[in-house]
Nanobody
Framework: QLQLVESGGGLVQPGGSLRLSCTGS????????VGWFRQVPGKEREGIAS???????EYSDSVQGRFTISRDDAKNTVYMQINSLEAEDAGVYYC????????????????WGRGTHVTVSS
């Protein structure tokens, strides 16, 4: 089993920045692709960014240009840098993993983290 733990969420002012972390343990992390998903109240969970085990990335149209996903396999960690936060970015952010790559529609997710909350407010 691969355990995933998210961190870095919190309260941020509109226009601010945040870096989320997803740290894995239990299995060789560099074999896995990792994705970030976001769930806001009243909406379905949305896939927003994915990074392959090889480092290739994919973003949803809703976050392209403001969110950057990266990984440091020496630390078993995937990061997501979020810039120019908007009120609509508030929600629970989950990371997920699957062999090689995570599909943004979550169809092939093998492991989920428990999420970290992001609140955007002045």
């Amino acid at each position: 089993q691969l355990q995933l733990v998210e961190s870095g969420g919190g309260l941020v002012q509109p226009g601010g920045s945040l870096r989320l972390s997803c740290t894995g343990s239990g299995l060789p992390f560099d074999l896995f692709g990792v994705g970030w998903f976001r769930q806001v109240p009243g909406k379905e969970r949305e896939g927003i960014a994915s990074i392959r085990n090889s480092g290739g990335t994919e973003y949803s149209d809703s976050v392209q240009g403001r969110f950057t996903i990266s990984r440091d396999d020496a630390k078993n960690t995937v990061y997501m840098q979020i810039n120019s936060l908007e009120a609509e970015d508030a929600g629970v952010y989950y990371c997920a993993a699957s062999a090689v790559v995570v599909s943004l529609d979550s169809a092939n997710v093998q492991y989920w983290g428990r999420g970290t909350h992001v609140t955007v407010s002045s």
